[in-house]
Nanobody, 128 residues
Framework: QVQLQESGGGSVVAGGSLKLSCQASGFTYSEYCLGWFRQAPGKEREGVAFIDSAGSTSYADSMKGRFTLSQDNVKNTLYLQMNNLKPEDTAMYYC??????????????????????WGQGTQVTVSS
């Protein structure tokens, strides 16, 4: 049974940093894509970043240079280091996992996040 548990959200002032964690269990890392999505009130869910089964990372354009994705395979934990946070980064952040398919992790992240297992989310609030 796939389980994802996020932590690390909070409130910061613009320019500050937060590090989100996603404790994963119930699946084999090498068989799954992992990523972060976010959703702000009144807005659609958007992808933040993902890591594929080979450990390669990819970021949404607005997060490049500010956010860094990493994973600890021993602890089965995915991390999202967020620096230089902006008020527009305020959202509920969700960890997601999906089994790797023929189409690859990028396809899942950009086209089929509905196929994901989801955590319960962690709130990030950035004030100006």
């Amino acid at each position: 049974q796939v389980q994802l548990q996020e932590s690390g959200g909070g409130s910061v002032v613009a320019g500050g940093s937060l590090k989100l964690s996603c404790q994963a269990s119930g699946f084999t890392y090498s068989e799954y894509c992992l990523g972060w999505f976010r959703q702000a009130p009144g807005k659609e869910r958007e992808g933040v970043a993902f890591i594929d089964s080979a450990g390669s990372t990819s970021y949404a354009d607005s997060m490049k240079g500010r956010f860094t994705l990493s994973q600890d395979n021993v602890k089965n934990t995915l991390y999202l280091q967020m620096n230089n946070l902006k008020p527009e980064d305020t959202a509920m952040y969700y960890c997601a996992a999906a089994r790797v398919t023929y189409f690859g992790c990028s396809y899942w992240f950009r086209r089929r996040p509905d196929l994901s297992y989801w955590g319960q989310g962690t709130q990030v609030t950035v004030s100006s």
